[in-house]
């Protein structure tokens, strides 16, 4: 994460007084996993993303793969013995990454949807300072507006295999549709995953979740949340965006997702979903008790960057 995660005042205050998730939580969709004319919701297949070796373009030291831009996403590769940066340039927007310089290969979302993208590896050459080593550039045609947010990236990285799939595939299980698998799923997040304090006030920049760690430890920051949400939604074909951005009134600086589905509903009972369009969801204050209320009609969120 590239930033120091702060313990706000207001999250605190109200984390403390406020219970978890748990017998007092509103209620979710009601279980229709029994019955005769129960249908359990068929999941698409499971949207992947790579690295393509045979198709990157680079030099030595930095490869970059446009090989699957159509599909919602970029996949890079670096190897040097200074730190690196991966930048993506979309208009005037700027999406800035750390880089792993001992050649894993990193994926990041194509958030910005179609038009023309340049990506550019740079590393260190002296303190803050680096100098760009690759550049590349296209145009982009997505195969829809949902293809980066269905996707593994390094945001939220999982495969099939993943403990958290296997987890979100058995919740699926009971739902027939999706907007009971959103349903099965935040309750399952905020039921079991608490907010980890210590390590909010001693994460270091560049922090990535790691989606099983949190979901075996079952505590994480908010970064932990979204991500842990995104890879199980996701996994089950649902679009989910991890959102950084800041809450007011303090002005916290804060990680929550947004999902969408074509159902109308609800995911409690405060909680309200219009189909076909993006819904604000925020797993972390759930977890915490926080009333559904306190997102609102999401006016007191300011969204910067989406992943």
């Known amino acids: 994460m590239r930033h120091k995660i702060r313990i706000f005042s207001l999250l605190l205050v109200l ?68 730190r690196m940066k991966f930048q993506v340039l979309f208009g005037d927007l700027t999406y800035n990454y750390d880089l792993s310089s001992d050649g894993t290969p990193s994926i990041f979302p194509l958030q910005c949807g179609d038009g023309h993208y340049i990506f550019r590896i740079a590393k260190n050459i002296s303190e803050s300072k680096y100098a760009m080593i690759y550049t590349v550039e296209c145009d982009v045609t997505l195969a829809d507006e949902f293809q980066p947010f269905l996707r593994p990236s390094d945001y939220s990285n999982y495969s099939a295999q993943s403990e958290c799939v296997k987890k979100a595939t058995e919740l699926a299980g009971t739902c027939s549709n999706a907007l009971e698998v959103v349903s099965a799923i935040y309750d399952f997040v905020c039921g079991n995953v608490k907010y980890d304090y210590e390590k909010a006030e001693t994460v270091s920049s560049g922090y990535l979740p790691d989606v099983d760690e949190t979901l075996r430890t079952k505590k994480g920051i908010c970064f932990d949340y979204a991500s842990l949400a995104a890879a199980m ?6 679009p989910t965006k991890i959102i ?6 303090d002005s916290v600086y804060h990680a929550w997702n947004m999902f969408y589905t074509k159902e109308s509903g609800w995911v ?40």
């Open 15 to 82: 984390l403390l007084l406020l219970a978890g998730c748990g017998e007092d939580s509103p209620a979710g969709i009601p279980d229709t996993s029994s019955g005769e004319n129960f249908v359990p919701y068929k999941a698409p297949p499971m949207a992947e993303s790579a690295f393509h070796p045979e198709a990157a373009q680079g030099n030595e030291e930095a490869q970059i793969d446009i090989s699957a831009v159509s599909e919602g996403y970029v996949a890079v590769c670096g190897k040097s013995d200074r």
């Open 233 to 238: 939604l996701r996994s089950q074909g649902i």
């Open 244 to 249: 950084f951005g800041y809450v007011e009134p």
């Open 268 to 307: 409690t009972v405060k909680f309200e979903v219009k189909g076909k369009i993006w819904t604000r969801v925020d797993m972390t204050f759930a977890a915490g008790g926080v009333p559904a209320e306190f997102v609102g009609d999401g006016s007191n969120y300011t969204d910067l960057f989406s992943y």
